[in-house]
């Protein structure tokens, strides 16, 4: 059971407030999240965002319905927030989002950390589909940035 990494870097041309209340409203990562995902968060109302909210999902990954339930460990405005998976797909999903002043605006980092399940099955997996996915996904969400938010 190896643990994977991804890492992400984007400069946006925005007051770190401004990107920080942006990827705090849970409501925007459905314009983050490929189309092809079918993502949608589940539960009534307005997420409200803070150390111990959970944040419940749903999507389609190859065809298959995956439910997701997610727990933000760390919370610090304008600085970084952590959210952990609780259950889904993945044996372990840390994503630590951080936020730093830039020359240019604001520097947002993405890093997840991940396991899959099944052992050496999981690992194939890996090899197979699943990092292709999650930098597919990932190169989606930087254009939707882009897009979004200039």
């Known amino acids: 059971m190896s643990e994977h990494a991804l890492e992400r870097q984007q400069v946006i041309r925005r007051a770190r407030s ?4 942006f990827f705090a409203d849970a409501r925007n990562l459905e314009a983050l999240t490929p189309p092809w995902l079918r993502f949608g968060l589940t539960g009534a109302g307005t997420v409200e965002m803070g150390a111990g909210t ?10 298959i319905p995956v439910r997701w339930l997610t727990r933000i460990e760390q919370w610090q405005p304008e600085s970084v927030f952590v959210d952990r998976q609780l259950r889904g797909p993945y044996r372990l999903w840390h994503h630590t989002h951080s936020f730093q002043q830039h020359a ?28 292709r996915d999650l ?16």
Do not use: N, S
């Open 135 to 150: 930098r597919k996904i990932f190169d989606y969400r930087r254009e939707a940035v882009k897009r979004l938010l200039g």
């Open 104 to 131: 240019e605006g604001t520097l947002m980092v993405d890093r997840v950390r991940y396991v899959l399940p099944l052992g050496p099955l999981g690992e194939l997996a890996h090899l197979a589909f699943v990092r």
């Open 54 to 63: 959970l944040i419940a999902y749903r999507m389609r990954v190859h065809g």
């Open 18 to 21: 401004e990107v920080f209340a």
